[in-house]
Structures are given as structure tokens and as C-alpha cells.
């Protein structure tokens, strides 16, 4: 536990230095681009001091890292807004979309799943969800997104429907639930091919009994730890769908400040965005851990 | 039952395909008319109506999608090269080299592709690089995992023992007798690779983080038509529909070449 600790602590201080040593492997003066292509008001020297490019890369770094653990990420080039408040504020917004979407799409993939999992369940609900799953994901989001916008905007006007939330989280979780469904019903499938549930059938359950109890609990466990590992990608499908909503997360600031070179927010989107991966997979693992007692055993 | 979708499927990649090449030799680039901007959809001058520059879709559409395909296609290439020899010659090094490529893996496992692109667009600007370092960082990792778990099994088999015992590098060993062995792997996981690869440029273009305009990619038209939903649906329909099929018809390919999948 405390290596897991450790080495997650070690990876989030790479991403840090990582983030802070890419402006520097710039060819060329990160400095002259930033005020040739934007129209920043600030004096260079002041700017040259925020990105603490006035110091030797150590000095600077370990300075930046003292201020983070105050909370401080210095001031956006553009707005002048304090780094740290804007990016927590907006990491929330992403995380609410993302968890949203994720119980929407589990909501409608695990019980789907068990039921196209039942070896002797309906043939034909097994390839109509199958076949559904496949369309879902290879509905890209940015596709998928515009859409359902359209049609509840303009064909069924339901409503303000521009930045709704909920229309935001359906379009999230629709590819999801998909790729879910697909994860699920492989590992449910694999254990109800065990004899352990086929002996929990002859001793008399019921198959619904059986599937939740022989068949998905035992698959719960590695599924948390993918679910764990695909947070990354998730967090990335609402920077999507943030663009095409026009909510404002942390997708919409790090394409913005990207496009506009805002050098500090981009390091702080960055270090916000790779942390989040990186508890996202140790939250998996630890779920899969507290689940799974054959897990513990291991290690 | 199953053999009808893989042909259905193998009959679009094909025909599609062949007709974009065929127009792209035959037509040229579809040309700029800006009276035609935003032409519905008629018979025959606009199959699919035109773009906001009055652009013909259906060229311009079958353009993009070459270009798109084929940069998907030499991503994944490189990302099968790297991950190929990483993992051939990775359970050949000495158990420490070992553990520290491990967790390298684990380290860029964490991260899905658009996080590298937006790090790296933040530095290098938008454009073709940042998408292809993008897609490689963010497929090479997964897939070196999958072939690493295939070749450490391969190196505890009796033919590698043999050409251990009769004195062969590790290069040797990694190149020579793990490789062709996992080559058959890797190909398996080709078609999904490529689901990917499109998935991503598509996203990361629409993002307006890849491809320019002016050259159109999947994602950039999506851009476009998303900017004129309201007054040109139809822009939508011309770019999403075979993008979505040729998508589909790619995951039908790679669920039948992968049995466990059925």
C-alpha cells in the first residue's frame, strides 16, 4: 500500500517537472512566439519572471513546486486570473459530466449485459444489443454530439436545450455504455462458462441469483481495475462534448489556452489532467483490491 | 448470420474506397465555387450538396477520407513497429532493465491519447505532428503490454531455451525468435488499432488541433459541420454517414479476425 503510495506520488512529481521542462525544450524563445502571435500587454520581463524562465530550471521548479503545495499556480497570461481557483473550479465541472455519464452508461450496460450474458437467454436480445453496442461505438462523439443537439433543438424544440447538461451527459454515456456492455458481457459470459456457476444452477437458483452472484461478482473486480485504467479516456470524451456544448470544463480552458498560448494554464491543465489519470488507475486498482479477495492474497 | 455482416462490411471498406481513389485520379481536388456554398444535396452536380466554400461533398468527403485513413494507417504502423520491438526483445534484458520498462508502461498507460496531444499541441501548435505523436503515444503503450504478456510466455518455450543454450544474443533471440512469433498477434489487433487511430484524428481535428484548413481531414469536416448544423444539415449527414459505416464496418473485420470476441 504505501509503495503504491509512493510510486504514485513519484509519478505525479515526473508529470510536474515534465510539464514545467516542455517550455524549455522549445526551439528557439517560447517568449518571442507568445508576443508575436498574441496580443499580451504584459512587459516580457514580467512574463519571463511568472514562468520563472529568469532562473535555472531546477531553482525554478522547486520554487513552483513550493508553491503548489500553497495552492498557487500562478496568473493566466490572458485573463489574469489566478491559475489554481479557475482550474479546480473547472476540473469539477469535467468530473460532474464524467460521473454523470459513467452511472448513466453502467446504468443501461450492466443489466443489459447480464441479461445477453445468460447462456440460455433470448438469441435475439443477445444480437440486437450486440449489434447496437457496435453502432454505439463507432459513433464518434464529435459526430454524435452536433446531432443530438440538432434534433432536440430544432426538430423537437423541447425546451433550451443549448448547454444542458443532461443532453451532454446522454451524449457522453451513449458510446460508453456501449464499450461497456461489450467489457461486461465478454467477462460475465467467460465466468458463466465455470462450473462453479453451473453447479450454482443445479443447486437449485435462480438464474438471476446465479448471474449477479457467480457470474458478475467474480468479473467485478478486474472490471474496476479497467474501469480505473479508462478513466483517462473518459475524462477526454467530455473534453468533447465540452467544446460542443459549450460547457465550461476543463476541455473547453485547455483547448482555449492552448490556441491562445496561455503558458501557465496549459502547465496547470497538464498537471490537472495527468493527477486525475494517474488517481484514476490507483483507484481502480485499490477498488479491485478491497473487491477481489484473491487480489490480496498476491500481494 | 455472422459471414453476412463480414462480407457487408468487406463490401463497403472496398467500395468506398476504391471509388474515393478513382475520383482522386480521375477529378483532381474538388474545386472552390462560392455561389455553390451550401448547395442541398441534387442530382448530378452535388450527390451530397457542398460545403460552405462550395466544395462537391462527395469528392471532398472521399478525399478527406483517404487522407485520413491513410494517416491513421501509418500511425499505427509506427506504434506496431515500436511496440513490436519493445516487446520481442523486452523479456530478453536483464530483470532490472525489466522492471524499469515496466513501469515506464505503466506510466504512459495512464494517459489516453488526447492528453498527449493536448501537452504536445500546447508546445509544438496544432498541426499533423502533434496528432501522429499523439495517436503513437497514446496506442503504443496498450499495445506493448498485450505483446509483452505473448512474448514473456514465448521466452519460457523450449526453442528459446535451445537457442539460448547455443550462445545467442539477446538481439538475436528478441529479433530472429520472439518476433515472427508475435507478428501474428499483432495483426489480429490491426482493424481495432485503426478504429482507434480514426477515432482519435477525427476527435483531436474536430478539436481544431490537427489538421489545418484548407486540408480536410474526417475531423476537420466534422468541425464544419457542427459550425453549420442550423443552416446546413446536410453537411453533417455527407461527412457523418460514411465515416460511421466505414468505422463500423472495421470493428465487424476485427471482431471476426478475434475469436474471443466471437
Known sequence: MIQKLASLLTSILIVFIASRALIRAL??????????????????????????????????????????????????LMTREPVFPTMTRRLASSLQLTFGALFLA???????????????????????????????????????????????????????MRGSFSLACIALALPLAGNWFRVIELRISQEARQDYYRSALARGLSVRRALLKHALAPAAGSLLATLGSQFGSLLAGSFIIEWVFDLPGMGLTWVQATLQRDYPMMEAATLFGAITCLLGVSLGDVLQRQWDPRQREIS | MKNVYRKLAQLWLTS??????ALQSWKGAPAFSIENALHKPSWPDFPMGADTYGRDLFKLVSQASL?????????????????????????????????????????????????????????????????????????????????????????????????RALGTPALGLAFRHTLPHLASLARVKIPSLVVHALLAEASLSFLGLGFPIGQESWGSLLSQA????????????????????TLLSLDVVSKATRPELR
Not at chain 1, 499580451?40 to 520554487?63: H, M, N, T, Y
Not at chain 2, 468506398?16 to 481513389?21: E, M, P, T
Open chain 1, 27 to 76: 526551439p528557439g524563445d517560447p517568449l518571442d512566439s507568445l508576443l508575436a502571435e498574441t496580443a499580451v500587454s504584459i512587459p516580457r520581463e514580467a512574463i519571463a519572471q511568472d514562468l520563472g524562465l529568469d532562473l535555472p530550471f531546477w531553482k525554478s521548479c522547486s520554487r513552483d513546486l513550493k508553491r503548489l503545495l500553497h495552492g498557487d499556480l500562478g496568473y493566466s
Open chain 1, 106 to 160: 453502467l446504468a443501461i450496460a450492466i443489466p443489459s449485459a447480464l441479461v445477453a450474458a445468460n447462456p440460455r437467454g433470448s438469441r435475439f436480445f443477445k444480437i440486437l444489443a450486440q449489434g447496437l453496442s457496435g453502432l454505439s461505438i463507432s459513433i464518434p462523439l464529435a459526430w454524435l454530439g452536433p446531432i443530438l443537439l440538432y434534433v432536440f433543438t430544432i426538430v423537437f424544440p423541447w425546451g433550451e
Open chain 2, 16 to 21: 468506398w474506397f476504391s471509388v474515393a481513389l
Open chain 2, 67 to 163: 487522407i485520413s485513413v491513410a494517416f491513421a494507417c501509418s500511425c499505427v504502423v509506427i506504434s506496431l513497429a515500436l511496440a513490436l520491438a519493445t516487446a520481442s526483445l523486452a523479456p530478453h534484458l536483464s530483470s532490472r532493465s525489466q522492471r524499469v520498462l515496466q513501469s515506464v508502461l505503466h506510466f504512459f498507460l495512464a494517459f489516453p491519447s488526447i492528453l498527449f496531444a493536448f501537452t504536445v499541441a500546447g508546445f509544438l501548435g496544432p498541426g499533423k505532428l502533434t496528432i501522429a505523436v499523439a495517436l503513437t503515444l497514446g496506442a503504443a503503450p496498450g499495445l506493448t503490454r498485450l505483446l509483452w504478456n505473448r512474448s514473456r510466455e514465448l521466452a519460457q518455450l523450449e526453442f528459446i531455451w535451445a537457442a
Open chain 2, 226 to 245: 457542427k459550425d453549420y448544423l442550423i443552416e446546413a444539415p446536410h453537411i453533417s449527414l455527407a461527412v457523418g454517414i460514411p465515416l460511421i459505416l
